[in-house]
């Protein structure tokens, strides 16, 4: 993966000569208006509609922090969940701009809108050093259609375009595609470059053995990533509802367990092409069935006798024990997707403990966005800082790992700007 045409941050500001570890006003980005893509498309309690992570935040603040130090007009810009032509309730970023005051202990200014008068006369009279949060930016259908013209009202409100939002990087949207192909000074900041090349030793040449953790539900969202890593893997434990489709594909009966019987074929070639290039595909050995998702308890047993009537919610610890032995001999390790139905307690426990053998390792650890990053961070604080990387992004990170290009990412390199 080929960082070198994409500048950073610091790059803008001291374009020339050494990067002082703290920037100072003064800068190339002094009193500039500088446009954050950020990505703090938060998870929200559905009743309180209060922040229950606030990962993402925090994640952006380092950005943040060096653009106001550096005396820039501060202007953030994110998206948030998929509101729906005309109703926007339960979706505004007011309470991520409140979060994000609190931890900046900051003024963080809310026009009502993300283009148009309200947000042009905010930023007119921001001053150097304050910030502004712009409202999301799909309440415009125009964000997520790639519109040139929405790009550029947008580009009207800036001097400068960082793009922080690793999470939204694989989509080409107007906010992260489109708008920075508009603007001159356009650069990376911390949290995507971070993302970027601890994603990219996962790809360039890997420390052997490797070992990729998969999970999750359907075997049809993992396709193209199972194919990629089968090209860099040595072994490639899968558990989740994913493995069902595997062990049912090996002539097991799974009883109720989720399966994808239209997919059974392609796991079956999945696990042939696998002996080919002789990396091994371990799957559980043992389970926790229950007879419903509503259970709230358990029992363990062997895959090979799963009692009629129940469904495969979690793997057992002598699956966890296996697929720990091959994590601990790993000196790269990629996780991606819950090893069972996590959010229940009854079910959660080999999550957990993967989640826990794989802290301890000495090799490199990450871990792919989305549930499974949700999950080590629920298995607790301290198991989340053993890992090396916690992605911010699952879609985008799945994305890169298969060799594909991601959008936000690509406007970025050095170029022309758009007339």
Same mark, same amino acid.
């Given at each position: 993966?080929?960082?070198?045409?994409?500048?950073?941050?610091?790059?803008?500001?001291?374009?020339?000569?050494?990067?002082?570890?703290?920037?100072?006003?003064?800068?190339?980005?002094?009193?500039?208006?500088?446009?954050?893509?950020?990505?703090?498309?938060?998870?929200?309690?559905?009743?309180?509609?209060?922040?229950?992570?606030?990962?993402?935040?925090?994640?952006?603040?380092?950005?943040?922090?060096?653009?106001?130090?550096?005396?820039?007009?501060?202007?953030?810009?994110?998206?948030?969940? $998929?509101?729906?032509?005309?109703? &926007?309730?339960?979706?505004? /970023?007011?309470?991520?701009? *409140?979060?994000?005051?609190? =931890? @900046? +202990?900051?003024?963080?200014?809310?026009?009502?809108?993300?283009?148009?008068?309200?947000?042009?006369?905010?930023?007119?009279?921001?001053?150097?050093?304050?910030?502004?949060?712009?409202?999301?930016?799909?309440?415009?259908?125009?964000?997520?259609?790639?519109?040139?013209?929405?790009?550029?009202?947008?580009?009207?409100?800036?001097?400068?375009?960082?793009?922080?939002?690793?999470?939204?990087?694989? $989509?080409?949207?107007?906010?992260? &595609?489109?708008?920075?192909? /508009?603007?001159?000074?356009? *650069?990376?900041?911390?949290? =995507? @470059? +971070?993302?970027?090349?601890?994603?990219?030793?996962?790809?360039?040449?890997?420390?052997?053995?490797?070992?990729?953790?998969?999970?999750?539900?359907?075997?049809?969202?993992?396709?193209?990533?199972?194919?990629?890593?089968?090209?860099?893997?040595?072994?490639?434990?899968?558990?989740?509802?994913?493995?069902?489709?595997?062990?049912?594909?090996?002539?097991?009966?799974?009883?109720?367990?989720?399966?994808?019987?239209?997919?059974?074929?392609?796991?079956?070639?999945? /696990?042939?092409?696998?002996?080919?290039?002789?990396?091994?595909?371990?799957?559980?050995?043992?389970?926790?069935?229950?007879?419903?998702?509503?259970?709230?308890?358990?029992?363990?047993?062997?895959?090979?006798?799963?009692?009629?009537?129940?469904?495969?919610?979690?793997?057992?610890?002598?699956?966890?024990?296996?697929?720990?032995?091959?994590?601990?001999?790993?000196?790269?390790?990629?996780?991606?997707?819950?090893?069972?139905?996590?959010?229940?307690?009854?079910?959660?426990?080999?999550?957990?403990?993967?989640?826990?053998?794989?802290?301890?390792?000495?090799?490199?650890?990450?871990?792919?966005?989305?549930?499974?990053?949700?999950?080590?961070?629920?298995?607790?604080?301290?198991?989340?800082?053993?890992?090396?990387?916690?992605?911010?992004?699952?879609?985008?990170?799945?994305?890169?790992?298969?060799?594909?290009?991601?959008?936000?990412?690509?406007?970025?390199?050095?170029?022309?700007?758009?007339?």
């Amino acid at each position: 993966m080929k960082l070198t045409q994409i500048r950073s941050i610091e790059d803008l500001a001291y374009p020339v000569g050494p990067k002082p570890e703290k920037p100072a006003e003064g800068n190339a980005l002094t009193g500039k208006r500088v446009f954050i893509r950020v990505d703090y498309n938060v998870p929200l309690d559905k009743k309180t509609g209060a922040i229950t992570d606030d990962s993402r935040i925090r994640e952006s603040l380092k950005t943040i922090e060096y653009a106001l130090a550096s005396g820039a007009k501060v202007i953030l810009a994110s998206h948030m969940g $998929r509101p729906k032509p005309g109703k &926007h309730e339960g979706l505004s /970023l007011e309470v991520c701009g *409140a979060r994000l005051a609190e =931890l @900046l +202990k900051a003024e963080v200014l809310l026009p009502e809108d993300c283009v148009g008068d309200a947000p042009a006369k905010v930023i007119h009279d921001l001053r150097a050093g304050q910030i502004c949060l712009l409202e999301n930016l799909r309440f415009h259908e125009e964000e997520e259609k790639d519109d040139d013209g929405f790009a550029r009202k947008l580009a009207e409100l800036c001097d400068v375009y960082i793009n922080d939002a690793f999470g939204a990087a694989h $989509r080409a949207h107007a906010s992260v &595609h489109a708008l920075p192909r /508009l603007v001159r000074d356009r *650069a990376a900041g911390f949290l =995507l @470059l +971070k993302e970027l090349r601890s994603l990219a030793k996962l790809v360039d040449h890997p420390e052997k053995p490797y070992v990729a953790v998969l999970g999750g539900a359907k075997v049809s969202d993992k396709i193209d990533v199972v194919e990629a890593l089968l090209q860099v893997v040595d072994t490639l434990c899968i558990g989740g509802a994913m493995a069902n489709t595997f062990l049912a594909a090996q002539g097991k009966n799974v009883q109720k367990s989720r399966i994808e019987e239209d997919k059974l074929p392609l796991a079956r070639t999945i /696990l042939e092409r696998a002996a080919q290039k002789r990396v091994e595909i371990a799957l559980p050995v043992d389970v926790i069935v229950a007879s419903s998702l509503d259970a709230t308890e358990g029992a363990t047993t062997s895959v090979d006798a799963i009692p009629e009537g129940t469904m495969a919610l979690d793997i057992g610890p002598k699956s966890v024990e296996a697929f720990g032995r091959k994590i601990a001999m790993a000196k790269t390790v990629f996780w991606n997707g819950p090893m069972g139905l996590f959010e229940t307690p009854a079910f959660s426990k080999g999550t957990f403990d993967i989640a826990k053998v794989m802290s301890g390792v000495s090799g490199f650890t990450v871990v792919g966005g989305g549930d499974s990053a949700a999950a080590v961070k629920k298995a607790g604080e301290a198991i989340a800082k053993g890992f090396d990387h916690i992605s911010t992004g699952g879609g985008a990170s799945l994305e890169l790992i298969e060799g594909k290009k991601l959008p936000g990412v690509d406007a970025l390199r050095s170029g022309e700007v758009a007339e």
